[in-house]
């Protein structure tokens, strides 16, 4: 049996591997198909790419675009995107500049209630263009303005804490037409955390091709339920286990075997669409 791993982050946005570290692992592991899917950000994608290829591991580009439906916050993960693509890239600088200004707003809160943290050590920490609250956290760690990225979070961080800023999200439905302008496909992300089923049409109305039914967070029953609703919808099925490396406890890579048949019907449903497009404009 093949099988694949589709949620994977490494320290090009919040995990803490590096590109060739997660592809060794995976190759370890015995994983056909790999895909990164950083926050905010296809930086890591060059690497992984050669870091795959080096461990005999088939990999496949990914994003996940932090987005929002009336007022719900949503994960769009994006695959096979073309990483040259100027409009996915133009927009990918746009959602990292807002990061990277939400850092300095949050630092500013955090000195306002007196934490002398310094914002050039959280980008310093981050080094990368897709920053979030999770750097801020491992800052304040590093610092010893507090004890644990926990008590960073339930002190600080967490929503209407005091140093809370919250985010500009795209649009969910800008962020399925990015995605396919870009030549991939759109996918939600663990619909399980979020619990905005409710949205689900609206975003199948917009073109969404995917549902993660397999994720870390998702019980046995919540994985048959977004099965059921792949079915309804006629939906790609996807899966992965959001590993993050060491940057929320243990990682979570091995956790999720996705059997290879789903990304074979990915690839047919990305090559469809790539045919589709390139007729549309001969
Ligand atoms: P952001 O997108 O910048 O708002 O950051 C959200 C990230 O922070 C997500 O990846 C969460 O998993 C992480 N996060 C939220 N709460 C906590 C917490 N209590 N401890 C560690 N990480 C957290
Ligand atoms: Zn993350
Ligand atoms: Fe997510
Ligand atoms: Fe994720």
Known sequence: MKFADLHLHTQFSDGTFTPEELAGHGARLGFAALALTDHDSVEGCARMAAACAAAGVEFIVGAELTAEHEN??????????????????T?????QAVRQQRINEM?????????PLEVESVFALANCKSPGRPHVARALVKAGLVASLDEAFERFL??????????????????IDLIHQAGGLAVMAHPGLN??????????????????????KHSPALSERYLEIA????????????????SKGKPLIGGIKLTYEHVEKMKQA????????????R
């Open 72 to 89: 719900t916050e949503v994960h769009i993960l994006g695959y096979f995107l073309d990483t040259k693509n100027q409009t996915l890239l």
């Open 158 to 175: 967490k929503k209407n804490r005091p140093a809370w800023v919250p985010k500009a999200k795209v649009s969910a439905l800008e962020g």
């Open 91 to 95: 927009e990918i600088a746009r959602f």
């Open 107 to 115: 630092v500013v809160r955090l000195n306002e209630v007196n934490v």
């Open 195 to 216: 619990r905005t089923d409710e949205i689900i049409p609206a975003l199948v109305e917009a073109g969404l091709d995917g549902i993660e039914c397999f994720h870390t």
């Open 270 to 281: 990305a090559a469809a669409k790539k045919s589709a497009t390139t007729d549309a404009h």
């Open 231 to 246: 079915e309804k919808f006629n939906l790609l099925v996807t899966g992965g286990s959001d590993c993050h490396g060491f």
